[in-house]
């Protein structure tokens, strides 16, 4: 299956899918020594962020994340590829200084994807390609409407 989608920060990667319906803010919720989530109270809790292809609606926090995101790549635990609904500055900056492919602009039903799917993320083409069974974990009447556009 391909999604189109709009392209923050250029690059082509692939990992298995790890997914949340919860923003992330990588200042707090993500350990920069590990690469895994910290917060108790977050839905990915205990998940390592490290070589997936990390699907989530947007960041939130300090603009601290940024460079939490580039501490994960430099120690090789940042994930291959970042999928927002919407993306913001924080992820924005980070994916870019980190040279780590983001994307946004996508249906929101791509947060429901079950984790370990193989995901394939070709910002430069502006293209999300989801290989084997795209198995969402609860499809929604009207998940094929087109992605919603993110405030510029």
């Known amino acids: 299956m391909e ?3 709009h392209k923050v920060a250029s690059g082509c990667a692939s990992g298995p899918a790890l997914a949340t319906k919860e923003p ?3 200042l707090g919720n993500v350990n920069p020594k590990t690469g895994v989530v910290v917060d108790p109270a977050h839905e990915l809790y205990g998940q390592c962020l490290s070589g997936k292809v990390l699907i989530f609606p947007g960041g939130k ?3 601290v ?3 939490v995101i580039y501490q994960l790549k430099k120690r090789g635990l940042a994930p291959a590829a970042m999928i927002n609904l919407c993306s913001e500055p924080i992820v924005a900056v980070g994916a870019i200084i980190s040279g780590i492919p983001l994307v946004d602009r996508i249906p929101e039903t791509i947060l429901q994807l079950e984790s370990g799917i193989l995901v394939e993320v070709d910002a430069d083409r ?3 390609k989801i290989f084997g069974p795209a198995s969402l974990k609860h499809r929604h009447r009207g998940s094929d409407r087109s992605a919603p556009e993110c405030p510029r």
């Open 24 to 26: 992330i803010s990588f």
């Open 3 to 5: 999604i189109k989608c």
């Open 65 to 67: 994340g940024s460079y």
């Open 126 to 128: 502006g293209l999300v």
């Open 61 to 63: 926090g300090s603009t």
